[in-house]
């Protein structure tokens, strides 16, 4: 579902767009292909979208392009002093391919095997999919695997400085698997290096909040898909669970915010989420 919403929102025209991103389309499914292909119409698009919008509430689409757009500058940014970058559960994450920030640069693809696989055999057959950095490619399970091992046994390299992007993942996985890759993390960056990553307020978990409006049909939508949320954090303490595994935390932002940087100025109406944050950390 990124990548159906990363297509649409490329499909838009350009002055109201917030991204580009031209392999999102090579990840969905036939179906989605054909949705896509007649929603180069201004039209359909906007029939398609406001569809979506109403079978999954008016949360998730908007949340996820001003997300990716705040992650694309923020790593932007971050990627000028660093010369590797990790992205965890890359999913169909496109930066490798599309930011030129990127260029020269090696970025390590770490996903559980069997989206990678998907992944890989998409790229193959993608005319889009040259890099504009090194793609290493590491399978494993967080749950599981040692990513610290993994990674280095990869190639990185622990006295550069590096950037690690975990964005759409947290809230899919345990306590303890969150806490094993922060540590990880925290082993694998020398200090300065920054961490980029998402998490779902854990208010929003309760499906009954009445903090957030939007919770509802959104939780229980990717509950019926098979990947509830279970994991989630609170703003109000997060610098100190950042400081306790010796992060320090840089920025909180939700993507309420930054949809309302991206958004209105374009003319669009849509919002982010006050739910779902995006933060910016380094290692101390
Ligand atoms: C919602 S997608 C986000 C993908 C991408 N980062 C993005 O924002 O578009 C969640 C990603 O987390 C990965 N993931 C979920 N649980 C995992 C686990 N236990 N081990 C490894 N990867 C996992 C999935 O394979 C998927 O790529």
Avoid at 58 to 66: D, H, L, N, Q, T
Wanted: aromatic share 10%; hydrophobic share 45%; charged share 25%.
């Amino acid at each position: 579902m990124m990548a159906v919403q990363r297509a649409l929102e490329s499909r838009r025209p350009c002055r109201e767009r917030l991204f580009t991103d031209p392999l999102a389309a090579s990840f969905v499914s036939r179906r989605w292909r054909l949705v896509l292909s007649v929603a180069r119409l201004g039209v359909v698009r906007q029939a398609v979208e406001s569809l979506y919008d109403r079978i999954g509430g008016p949360g998730p689409r908007a949340s996820a392009i001003a997300r990716t757009r705040f992650i694309d500058e923020a790593l932007e940014q971050t990627a000028a002093g660093a010369e590797q970058i990790v992205i965890l559960g890359a999913g169909f994450d496109s930066r490798a391919y599309r930011l030129n920030a990127l260029a020269g640069r090696v970025v390590y693809e770490v996903d559980h095997p069997a989206t990678q696989a998907f992944k890989r055999a998409r790229l193959r057959r993608s005319a889009s999919s040259s890099t504009v950095s090194s793609v290493r490619f590491v399978a494993l399970d967080f749950e599981r695997d040692d990513l610290t091992r993994a990674v280095l046994d990869a190639g990185y390299d622990v006295r550069a400085p590096g950037v690690f992007l975990w964005e759409g993942v947290t809230n899919y996985l345990t306590p303890a698997a969150v806490y094993s890759t922060l540590a990880a993390i925290r082993r694998l960056g020398c200090p300065g290096s920054a961490l980029l990553f998402t998490y779902v307020e854990e208010a929003a978990l309760d499906p009954d909040t009445v903090a957030f409006p939007e919770a509802r049909q959104w939780v229980s939508a990717v509950r019926s898909r098979g990947e509830p949320w279970i994991f989630g954090l609170d703003p109000g303490s997060l610098a100190d669970f950042l400081r306790d595994r010796r992060f320090v935390m840089v920025a909180d932002t939700s993507t309420a915010e930054a949809g309302r940087a991206y958004f209105p100025p374009r003319g669009r109406e849509e919002r982010g989420s006050g739910l779902y944050h995006v933060v910016h950390a380094s290692i101390a």
